[in-house]
């Protein structure tokens, strides 16, 4: 089977090229790599284009954020797979791919996740570490979601129940997650293990507005699908996360 793995940039001059590199640096023969860039005024492009044909499908043009764009990317996929690794983020090793496609063959599954680990840029200091565990019915309940990052799953599950919403802000990708997962009830597998290296930060996190905006969006989620959530569930999602720090 082959898999394609998607890069969403926009301005990620900085980053882009340790992103390319982890991706085609994979042990993994069938690897389709996409690149969407929402028409970057910096390096962007450039450096991409610098790769040839080792990208094998490249757009740039505006968009409506990096969700229209990740859309864009699975639309342009020809892969039985789809992973989604950001312009910012890295493969922890060279064998990623192949312990994903593995995975996938041995369990039969619908997705395969992992975990993942946030990293100072500067001083390359492990800051955060999110082990998922395995899945078991029902925890999404108790505020559980895998690392969207580490998350691969069939491009059919796309084809058949849609890609990221618009509407949801930063929580679309938990959006998605829930309703592949939760309300469909894709079949998960686990690897136990750092998929995904991640630089730290992110818009839903840098601000106590951005996080009280995000829970909104995390209780629209349920909502949208038609579930009703635990009352602590969506305040469990983010102490969840507190312990990543601790752990």
């Known amino acids: 089977m082959k898999i394609s793995v998607i890069t969403v940039a926009f301005n990620a001059e900085n980053t882009i090229r340790d992103t390319i590199e982890s991706v085609l640096a994979q ?3 069938e690897v389709e790599y996409i690149v969407v860039d929402g028409k970057s005024t910096d390096a962007t492009a450039e450096i991409v284009k610098s790769y040839g044909d080792r990208i094998a499908r490249f757009i740039s043009e505006p968009d409506q954020g990096i969700y229209d764009a990740m859309n864009k990317g699975i639309q342009l996929a020809t ?3 789809i992973g989604l690794l950001n ?3 890295l493969y922890a090793s060279i064998d990623v791919l192949s312990q994903v496609m593995d995975t996938f063959l041995s369990s039969g599954s619908d997705a395969v996740y ?3 680990q946030y990293f100072d840029s500067g001083t390359g200091r492990v800051t955060r570490n999110w082990r ?4 078991r019915s029902g925890i999404f309940l108790w505020g559980w979601m895998p690392p969207h990052p580490s998350f691969f799953i069939r491009r059919s599950w796309y084809q058949k129940h849609g890609g990221f919403r618009l509407d949801m802000g930063t929580a679309a990708d ?3 997650m829930l309703r592949m997962i939760h309300k469909y009830s894709a079949k998960l597998a686990y690897v136990q293990k750092v998929l995904v290296r991640m630089r730290a930060g992110g818009v839903s996190n840098v601000s106590v507005k ?3 905006a995000a829970n909104r969006n995390d209780r629209r989620a349920w909502q949208l699908n038609g579930i009703r959530p635990y009352p602590v569930t969506i305040l469990l999602k983010p102490f969840r996360k507190i312990l990543q720090f601790i752990r």
């Open 174 to 176: 938990y959006e998605l």
């Open 210 to 212: 951005n996080r009280l």
């Open 114 to 116: 992992g975990d993942l």
């Open 79 to 81: 892969g039985e797979v």
């Open 132 to 135: 998922a565990g395995g899945y």
């Open 87 to 89: 312009a910012d983020d």
């Open 27 to 29: 042990d993994f023969g």
